[in-house]
């Protein structure tokens, strides 16, 4: 009986999660509870879903980090993702900028920094070099307290 | 009379062995809970944002080249918290100097001269005193640099009734970037930090 009850519950989950197109726009995001209810996500469902998805430890997913250097020669980072859960997701990032022999450079700014993110939702994280001399960067995650 | 005063050390020795032990902080990883006041973690958050602002904002890009000159002028505390302000200021012109595109000064600032040697030594100059240095090692006159930027700013706090047993303290680091010689404001950021926590817990 419990076996068919998780069985049943990964099924509305992954149909529930493949179904999940956003708005007819991609860019724009429909939260649960704000755009209209479907089969699967619904009042009676959300609450499974929120549960499944935390069982099965749905979280952040980093889709790609752009860099560029702006006008005044500083590079300028972008990390996009999507939190693939139910729940908001709350993390501490930090960004360390290293120059073109993989030296770190010492700044003030390389410190845990705050990041929330909407269940289902895209996020970007963007960060600046402090020097100009920065050549590319590593990204530090963790559980938020 | 004996059984007393073991009875006496072993509540003593029981009692010294609950306080908490002294720990240094782990700076760079603090796991530690927050607290309503203000500590060192907000300032860090707080400086960041702004350094990144003002880097990204390309307001400390001289035309023409060369560096901009700057000052710190008046930055208020206007918390009920006893706070040095450079605890924000120090990150902030630190990074700024470091950027490569920043000199600040030590002749002038919101709180006087940053270093008061600068009109020490001229004081010097002028006094009797002088006739005991070399001349040329003193300091001639119209040799400082006046700023050409100054950064301003203020730090806010609110303290919001969330309910009977909690408490919501609101900061807010609001900084001004102004151009001296036109007055115009060239860069501005505002960052806010909130908490919300038992009303006894003490934010002051």
């Known amino acids: 009986m419990k076996q068919s009850a998780v069985y049943a519950m990964m099924m509305i989950a992954v ?28 009042i ?11 069982l099965i430890g749905e979280g952040i997913e980093v889709k790609k980090a752009d860099l560029r250097t702006n006008d005044e020669g500083f590079l300028e980072l972008q990390v996009s993702g999507y939190n693939r859960s139910y729940n908001i997701r709350r993390f501490d990032y930090n960004v360390e ?10 700044t003030k700014t390389g410190v845990w920094q705050k990041m929330s993110v909407q269940p289902k939702s895209n996020f970007a994280i963007l960060s600046v070099a402090p020097r100009k001399d920065a050549a590319d960067f590593r990204m530090n995650t963790r559980k938020s307290n | 009379m004996k059984m007393k005063w073991i009875a006496a050390g072993l ?17 760079i990883n603090d796991e530690g809970k ?17 350094i ?12 023409g080249g060369g560096r901009y000159v700057v000052t710190t002028g008046r930055i208020i505390n206007d918390t009920m918290q006893r706070i040095d302000t450079d605890q924000l200021m120090a990150k902030i012109e630190q990074e700024m100097m470091n950027s490569g595109q920043v000199v600040m000064t030590s002749a002038v600032g919101g709180k006087g001269a940053t270093d008061v040697m600068v009109n020490e030594m001229r004081d010097l100059r002028d006094s009797d005193q002088a006739d005991e240095f070399k001349t040329e090692t003193l300091p001639a006159q119209k040799q ?21 047993k909690t408490e919501q303290v ?10 001296l010689a036109s007055g115009l404001r060239f860069w501005q950021e505002e960052k806010i930090l909130g908490k919300r926590g038992s009303r006894k817990a003490v934010s002051w």
Request: with cysteine.
């Open chain 1, 15 to 42: 149909l529930a999660g493949g179904c999940g197109k956003p708005s007819e726009d991609e860019r724009v995001n429909i939260a649960s509870g704000v755009g209209s209810d479907t089969l699967l996500n619904n």
């Open chain 1, 44 to 54: 009676i469902l959300r609450p499974v879903l929120k549960a499944f998805s935390a």
């Open chain 1, 97 to 106: 900028w290293v120059d073109k022999d993989g030296l770190v450079i010492p």
């Open chain 2, 11 to 27: 509540i003593l020795a029981a009692l010294t062995g609950c306080q908490p032990a002294t720990r240094n902080i782990d700076i």
């Open chain 2, 34 to 50: 927050p607290v309503m006041a203000l500590d060192y973690r907000d300032f860090d958050q707080a400086a960041t944002a702004m």
């Open chain 2, 52 to 63: 990144e602002s003002l880097i990204r904002s390309g307001s400390l890009n001289k035309p």
């Open chain 2, 144 to 164: 400082l640099i006046t700023p050409e930027l100054s950064m301003a700013g203020k730090i806010l706090q609110r303290n919001i009734r969330y309910d009977n």
């Open chain 2, 170 to 179: 609101e900061y807010y680091f609001q900084l001004q970037l102004t151009d």
